[in-house]
């Protein structure tokens, strides 16, 4: 009887409006919109939440330029609850159709006005399997946040020649991405001192000039 019952209410539950999308509740976003995330979801209200591939709708949803991850969960009786990871600007590269952003993984998400003081990244293949990308971006996300807040560019023509310009003009020798968080330490005591150019490719040995 107890097995009957279950099969029966399954059934009920997955064919009859009992527990359907009454309402779709979008967390996490900012710059992207409702309407884009509705629009991606192909939620039809009125559905059934165990009709709803949440799987499905994630996937469509995290295909929107400006999201990192999105999660689907119905939320019962009547609810189904998507909640976004929006992706952050952390650089920005000049492109012929304007300034493309992209966010700490290398991916090109928005075609945009950079936020203030966003730094220009200066490669040539932007990308998130970039070698050259993934090196800047790893060094720039080393940095103490109050040294980060001050570069202006970075420069990784390759791996082993990365260059911090900061927005006071001052230069930073960056060198290979090796090391990387022994250098950022190093950097925030050498930029106590004055100086032009901040060569801390050689994180024993670190210099100013």
């Not at 930073?172 to 801390?200: C, M």
Request: no cysteine.
């Amino acid at each position: 009887a107890l097995a009957v019952f279950t099969v029966a209410l399954g059934l009920v539950l997955y064919f009859t409006p009992v527990m359907s999308a009454r309402s779709v509740i979008i967390t996490g976003i900012g710059a992207v919109t409702r309407e884009q995330v509705l629009d991606a979801a192909q939620v039809r209200l009125g559905t059934p939440l165990l009709q709803i591939d949440t799987d499905g709708v994630a996937d469509r949803v995290a295909a929107i330029r400006r999201v990192a991850s999105a999660r689907v969960q119905r939320q019962y009786p009547s609810a189904l609850r998507i909640t976004i990871l929006e992706r952050v600007p952390v650089v920005v590269k000049d492109f012929p159709d304007g300034p493309h952003l992209f966010d700490r993984d290398g991916v090109d998400f928005a075609t945009a006005p950079p936020p203030p003081a966003l730094p220009y990244l200066d490669v040539d293949n932007p990308g998130p399997t970039d070698p050259a990308t993934k090196a800047a971006l790893a060094v720039l996300l080393a940095l103490r946040p109050e040294i980060a807040a001050q570069v202006g560019r970075i420069a990784a023509p390759s791996v082993a020649s990365i260059t911090l310009t900061l927005t006071d003009g001052r230069t930073v020798i960056w060198g290979t991405n090796d090391r990387t968080e022994e250098k950022a330490d190093k950097l925030a005591a050498l930029l106590t001192q004055p100086g032009h150019v901040y060569d801390v490719s050689s994180p024993d040995l670190p210099t100013v000039k």
